[in-house]
């Protein structure tokens, strides 16, 4: 087991330097509602109104050809709308690495929301248009969207925060991705927009934060890490510090001219270099079981089997949507509650109480999907099981890997690390998606104890690998992984002359103890 380190500042009340700013918060909020908000809105935002959506497609169809859709094909479109999402969110992963070092991470999120704005008003017209055709496209450009936001959003928070509220901000992401979430579940009521005549309406909402971003987030600084360690304007990144800091920045700015140091040495950053680097192999390890974990650890799942579970016990299908309703109002409370945790009782402890929450969960729900039949009360504790497996989730395995990712390398690695992160992240997503009804098909209840075990190895794994990282800088967390990656970690001494602040790049032969 790793050492828990320093908790950072001691007591309840945070230095001069990281307490929050109005700058600092209203950058926080433009960003990330006109970002990660999108990404949850367009997640649930095709959901409930499903049958509404197909009965569109069906009618177009016989519109066009005087038939109707056969089960077959109608099914087919429909997956095709539903699986467009995360394989845009795939292709927009893969494209950030180059979007963020070009544009900036501030820019990276304006551009991004002028691309969010075509698919919204695409969705928005393809009723009037009678196609249903401008819905697939769309979803693919939502889904791009959304894989752009889901790396630049906490590369830009994660490097616009102090260290001290670095976990606090980081955990925006996530908590403006489960609002989108819950807006989507309110405004698919039937009786609000997720009926015959409101849904293109209902599509069309995901350009409205879009455009709030754009009027607003050009009047934030852009990251000052970025500013100055890849653009190299000190000035620049000065007055920034300036407007999101209260107090000396100069401290500050010795730490990152500290960290460009370290960027100089390893040299020039790649997915090639990165894939290959000795000193980042267990940060690159560490990135992929988060994302990895918190995919595969069932939440995919759960919201699939979710209604089968509340119908079970009782709810009338056309109600359970309000159930659903319910779950999201647990699932924004919990997130909530970890943003404010996160600094106060450290990552590792929200990760592994929310993945041995989850754990539990599965193990439960698979006792009471096999004895429902004979014990009919038991239906109200698959409920209560749910609930209590999205509470588990939203306190650690949902937010606080946004967070710990961004920790995990420096500068210049981000863009090439964050391209890994949303690979797996979303082919996970993707895996989960085509995989689990076959699995449920083939093992019914006993499916979820696959996601107990998962959920329990990577628990495993944070508990041996991953230290705590609240409180600590960047070049900190990097030398904490140093020892275990191998490398030579310049003595004391060196540290005092100003030489010992960064990782020499060092030949295998002379990094290996």
Known sequence: MVEDGRTGTPGATLPREGQLTLTLVLATLSSSLGS???YGYNIAVVNTPHQVLK???????????????????LLLLWSCTVSMFPLGGLLGSLGVGLLVDRCGRKGALLINSILAIIPAILMGVSGVARAFELIIVSRVLVGVCAGVAFNALPMYLGELAPKE??????????????????????????????????????????????????????????????????????????RALRRLRRGDVEAELQEMHAEEQAERAVGPASLRRLV???????????????????????????????DTIYISAGVDAT??????????????????????????MGRRLLLLSGY????????????VLLFQNTVPELSYLGIVCVLVYIAGHSLGPSPVPSVVRTELFLQSWRPAAFTVD?????????????????????????SFIIFAGLCALTAAYIFVII??????????????FAKRNGVVIPEEEEEEAGVGHHLPALPPSQTAL
């Open 319 to 344: 109600q359970s949507q309000y159930v659903t309703v319910g779950a999201g109002v647990v699932n924004i409370v919990m997130t909530v509650m970890s943003a404010f945790a996160v600094e106060r």
């Open 276 to 306: 290959a680097q000795r000193p980042l192999r267990w940060q690159l390890v560490s990135v992929v079981v988060l994302m990895a974990g918190q995919q595969l650890s069932g939440i995919s799942a759960i919201n699939y089997y979710a």
């Open 422 to 446: 949303g690979l797996v992240h979303w082919l996970t997503n993707f895996i989960v998606g085509l995989v689990f009804p076959s699995i449920q098909a083939s093992l019914g209840p006993y």
């Open 55 to 73: 009965s569109f497609y069906n009618q177009t169809y016989f519109e066009r050809y005087g038939v109707p859709l056969d089960g077959n094909t």
């Open 467 to 480: 230290p705590e990282t609240k409180g600590r800088t960047f070049l900190e967390i990097n030398r904490i």
């Open 165 to 238: 509220l670095r976990g606090a901000l980081g955990s925006m992401v996530e908590v403006s991705v489960i609002f989108g979430i819950f807006l989507a579940q309110i405004l698919s009521l039937r009786a609000i927009l997720g009926n015959a005549t409101g849904w293109p309406v209902l599509l069309a909402v995901t350009g409205v934060p879009a455009i709030l971003e754009l009027l607003s987030l050009p009047f934030f600084p852009e990251s000052p890490r970025y500013t100055l360690i890849q653009k190299g304007d000190e000035e620049a990144t000065r």
């Open 356 to 367: 041995g929450i989850c754990g539990c969960a599965c193990l439960v729900l698979t006792l």
């Open 36 to 38: 990660g908000f999108q």
